[in-house]
């Protein structure tokens, strides 16, 4: 058990350090702050939902899952983290249909390659391009890199990825060849050697044809843009470089200049927070507009919280804001969702709709929403005609928004754990979730840990302060 405890003290405790701000504040009833006898409910909250993009996890740097690239990066870019997996192969790029070298502006069909405007090409233009298109397709050395790599065979695979761009040129090889040095894989890490195999990866002329969003497949890019992406982190962070938040936003520009949508977010990201740049929420909103209207959800997302009170220079919009909402929660964006949750619980906007609300809270917290899995967690605990009744249930939900970094469900899972309900009676466990829900700002969390304290015994309280100790000390 105490392993178990100490396991999940520490994902909240990780949570809550980085995400202090991402939840927004409930309407609280009126209640007795030292009467923890029963769980909080709190269901009526304010469509207030701020993002802190910007905030950077130090830890993630070496992170092999941080240099990858994803659409979603954007969405996360205060922790400056993919989700997505590594990839050996850009994604959706091969050498086939790279598009991007020379002077040639290709896209119709021309000896074993494609043109469009003869008037902008000259006869070498073409001959350049087609003979490049025969030694393309009768050469396998980048075939053959990547299969080197898939059997984690590095550092054959890195001389066949060089001999593959000494042959071509191609940005692929040079964007693996980057990011081999970058982690280390079949050479030793060399954060220099890195940065100029993906500058050369990166500087590749944007193509005539950029790529089309596409929101169901919204980490499309080719491997130019990813490997400004790469670079773009690798500043942020300050990844064995001096952080350079403005060489940072260059090149989330060149990648947003390369028509990859999900840059254009970030970038108003940096105008928003005044990242390494002056405060600009006019500019900010240009770079979300841009993005929500090619159908990336997270810029909607950012579009609807801008409008929804007005911000510097934008002035307030509540129904576009709902507007932009419904449009990310098409695309179960679980800020849409929980938006739209909030709107019907309390008519903001909508008439209100008990059911709605209960069915948007429900799509935002399977889909990962900590606000939302704590508002499940309060239906289930309360109960009504909507929802029945169930503690056990209730519980299990309270505690994976409390791992999630949510302060009301941290609470209110402690008070479940203190009084019995809907498990077995667990002081330790409540202890240990009161002193998290007070140090992440839970205004009751004090009276109740003063409250609580007679009831422990000497034994109880020792193995709750070794569950919390370690990461108190790592916080210190």
Sequence with gaps: MLKSLKSCIAIALCVAALSPSVFAQAQRPETDANDVTDVTIFLRRAANLPLDNIRIDPGSASSCNFFST??????YARNFISRGSFSAYSPYG???RDRGYGSSNLS????GFSYSDRSHCSQSDYNFAAGRAVIRAR????????ALFDQKKYPEALALFQKSYNKLGDSIAALMIG????????????TREALKWLNKAAEQPNPPRPLRFDPKAPERMDSATEASIVLAKIYLIGHDVEKNPATALKWY?????RAYVPAYKTVGDFYYYGHGVRKDVVRAQRNYKTAAE???????????????SGDDGVPANPKQALDWYYHAAKANHPDGLYALAVAYDTGQGVKADPKQALFYYKEAAVRGHPAAQNDIGTYFAKGDSILPKDEPIARKWFEVSARNGNPEAMYNLAVMLMTGQGGPVDRKGAWVWFTVAQMAGHPHAEAALKQQEPQ???DEKSEAAAVLKPKLQAGS
């Design 139 to 146: 050469d396998r050395t980048l075939t053959d890199a990547f």
């Design 94 to 96: 091969d050498a086939s």
């Design 108 to 111: 119709g069909s021309h000896g």
């Design 179 to 190: 990011r081999m040095y970058l982690l280390g894989l079949g050479t030793t890490p060399n």
């Design 253 to 257: 520009q060149k990648a947003a200049s």
């Design 456 to 458: 422990m015994t000497t």
């Design 70 to 75: 994803s659409a979603m990066d954007s969405d």
């Design 294 to 308: 090619t159908g990336f959800a997270p810029a909607q997302v950012a579009m609807a919280q801008i409008l929804a």
